[in-house]
């Protein structure tokens, strides 16, 4: 069974940053799409960024873009989101998420496995 562990989030005050990273229990990991998600209280889960097997390609939503940067270290089996300029809105759980085969990345179903999920909270 392949387990994600997400790790970085807490609370910090607006326009702040953060870095989340998630280890993935996986040999094949560079074999897997990656991608973040975030789901705020009251709120459905939204896509946030994703990132190809070789880094090549990296997807990000609207209201994240120029702000957060997905990476990832195939090595280490890690997959971070950089977070800069942050706000209150982007107080949520965030989760990563790996997918074998993905034909879009911006939708949740096509993920095969997700993490636990860690809270950032963004302070006015």
């Known amino acids: 069974q392949v387990q994600l562990v997400e790790s970085g989030g807490g609370l910090v005050q607006a326009g702040g940053s953060l870095k989340l990273s998630c280890v993935v229990s996986e040999r094949t990991y560079s074999r897997y799409t990656m991608g973040w998600f975030r789901q705020a209280p009251g709120k459905e889960r939204e896509f946030v960024a994703a990132?190809?097997?070789?880094?090549?390609?990296?997807a990000y939503a609207d209201s994240v873009k120029g702000r957060f940067t997905i990476s990832r270290d195939n090595a280490k089996n890690t997959v971070y989101l950089q977070m800069n300029s942050l706000k209150p809105k982007d107080t949520a759980v965030y989760y990563c998420?790996?997918?074998?085969?993905?034909?879009?990345?911006?939708?949740?179903?096509?993920?095969?496995?997700w993490g636990q999920g860690t809270q950032v909270t963004v302070s006015s």
């Open positions: 998420a790996a997918g074998m085969i993905i034909s879009s990345w911006y939708q949740g179903r096509e993920y095969d496995y």
């Open positions: 990132i190809s097997r070789s880094s090549s390609t990296t």
